[in-house]
């Protein structure tokens, strides 16, 4: 319990200096007139193997279970908006027009970089294997990561860019938002 306490303690000064990495389960190390932190459990790259491997895996699912992957990986508010995002406009039911669509998410999300009328983290409809080309911590603060990421598709010759905010909440990681850039073509 003290130790809990302890790096809780350190986790929040660490926050407030707003530091690009997030100091847990800090033990002090004595050196000349100084202490030194070690940092044991780095959770932004905690937090980046998550996003890689999850990406990966919700690529090479079973196409049906798209929708249960999509939202075992993200949060219910962001779940939400990204299904309302890909059915803009299209004749089924519970489908919004932009206007509604930009009205209901434009306080929570950036609607401009919904991806409207394209899938979840690509904006392809097709393609073969989906691998993270790159994936960037960009910024972090307590339980939220923001990574630059490209996916790519080699079969198909395309890149698709992203910014990705990741949270951690009851202990796991989930995607909290997806900017969404135009694909690349190389």
Known sequence: MKRTIIASLFLIIACKEEKKEIKTDVKPVQTEEKVVLHNESNEAEEAQ?????????YFKADIGSEEKNMQNITTKDYFDYKTDAMNVDLDVDGSLTDKEFQDKWKSKFDTGKAGIGTGFLISAQDWNKIEVESCDLKSSSKDEYIFKVVLRDDSFKAQYPSVIKVIKQNGSFLIADVLEDEPKSN
Request: no cysteine.
């Open 49 to 57: 193997k998550w996003l890689k491997k999850s990406i990966v895996d």
